[in-house]
């Protein structure tokens, strides 16, 4: 099995820095793109921001110039850097990995979501 576990969410003042971290565990051979998605209540998914195992980052223009998308192949683990935050960043932000296993062919795995809250 694989395993997805999101960490570094809190609450935070509007203005201030979080950083995010994923790490993707268990049987897994390769990880192609992973990406950070977050919802807010009562709103969809959306993506935040993606990057590929060669380190090609995207971002959503809602967080561009403010978020950082990396990652440590060599951990399988993920990362979002998060400055100048504001209240409507508020969201449980979840990780994705597309995992490669003995079992599977990339495979798209979730965390459970970690919350981040903006206070004004």
């Known amino acids: 099995q694989v395993q997805v576990v999101e960490s570094g969410g809190g609450l935070v003042q509007a203005g201030g820095s979080l950083r995010l971290s994923c790490a993707a565990s268990g049987s897994i051979v390769s990880i192609n793109d992973m990406a950070w998605y977050r919802q807010a209540p009562g709103k969809q998914r959306e993506l935040v921001a993606t990057i590929t195992r060669i380190l090609s980052p995207n971002y959503a223009d809602s967080v561009k110039g403010r978020f950082t998308i990396s990652r440590d192949n060599a951990k399988n683990t993920v990362y979002l850097q998060m400055n100048g935050l504001k209240p409507e960043d508020t969201a449980v932000y979840y990780c994705?990995?597309?995992?490669?296993?003995?079992?599977?062919?990339?495979?798209?795995?979730w965390g459970q979501g970690t919350q981040v809250t903006v206070s004004s």
């Open positions: 994705a990995a597309d995992v490669k296993s003995t079992h599977w062919y990339y495979t798209t795995y």
